[in-house]
Antibody
Framework: EVHLVESGGGLVQPGGSLRLSCAAS????????VTWVRQAPGKGLEWVAN????????YYLDSVKGRFTLFRDNAKNSLYLQMNSLRAEDTAVYYC??????????WGQGTLVTVSS | EIVLTQSPGTLSMSPGERATLSCRAS???????LAWYQQKPGQGPRLLIY???SRATGIPERFSGSGSGTDFTLTISRLGPEDAAVYYC?????????FGQGTKVEI
């Protein structure tokens, strides 16, 4: 069974940094694209970034470009999202998802990031 | 960027009824690269439909998707209490991937 577990969320001040992790199991992680999607409190879903199997293709939402960095460690079956210069509008539950040709067929339970002073 | 608009915002239904959810795109979603998800409170989304009409693994036959171009529909026949959730459409024709704002189904 595919399993994705996010961690690393928490409370951070504006301008601060946080690194999210996503641990994958139940499938061959190195064979798949992976994606981060976020959801602000009471709001809808917003795609944030995705990465291919070899880290040779990485794409970001315009509003996070230059602030967020997505990378992976296939040996550890893990995905990471380094978030710098955080803003109040980055407050959300962050989900990692397995990306199959652009749609997301398995999701984690999410980790909450709160940016507030 | 492809903007997806879902309607209605909220659907109040009775058990056993059929629900019809709409998703309209601001430009053509070629190859029908359109997916539907279900999200219940406190949970991550679950993939229901991809390619506009293909059911994901384990999804009951009463969930069906249709449409092409700019107009897509998710139909849930014979609603049950377990179908109360928010439903989102998502396009994967181009980057950035975008979602509709969601339709809440109340039973």
């Amino acid at each position: 069974e595919v399993h994705l577990v996010e961690s690393g969320g928490g409370l951070v001040q504006p301008g601060g940094s946080l690194r999210l992790s996503c641990a994958a199991s139940g499938f061959t992680f190195r064979n798949y694209w992976v994606t981060w999607v976020r959801q602000a409190p009471g709001k809808g879903l917003e795609w944030v970034a995705n990465i291919n199997q070899y880290e040779s293709e990485i794409y970001y939402l315009d509003s996070v470009k230059g602030r967020f960095t997505l990378f992976r460690d296939n040996a550890k079956n893990s995905l990471y999202l380094q978030m710098n210069s955080l803003r109040a509008e980055d407050t959300a539950v962050y989900y990692c998802a397995r990306d199959t040709f652009g749609f997301f067929d398995s999701w984690g339970q999410g980790t909450l990031v709160t940016v507030s002073s | 960027e492809i903007v997806l608009t879902q309607s209605p915002g909220t659907l109040s239904m009775s058990p056993g009824e059929r629900a019809t959810l709409s998703c309209r795109a601001s430009q053509s979603v070629r190859n029908n690269y359109l997916a539907w998800y279900q999200q219940k409170p406190g949970q991550g989304p679950r993939l229901l439909i991809y390619g506009a009409s293909s059911r994901a693994t384990g999804i009951p036959e009463r969930f069906s998707g249709s449409g092409s171009g700019t107009d897509f529909t998710l139909t849930i026949s014979r609603l049950g209490p377990e179908d109360a959730a928010v439903y989102y459409c998502q396009q994967y024709r181009s980057l950035p991937r975008t979602f509709g704002q969601g339709t809440k189904v109340e039973i």
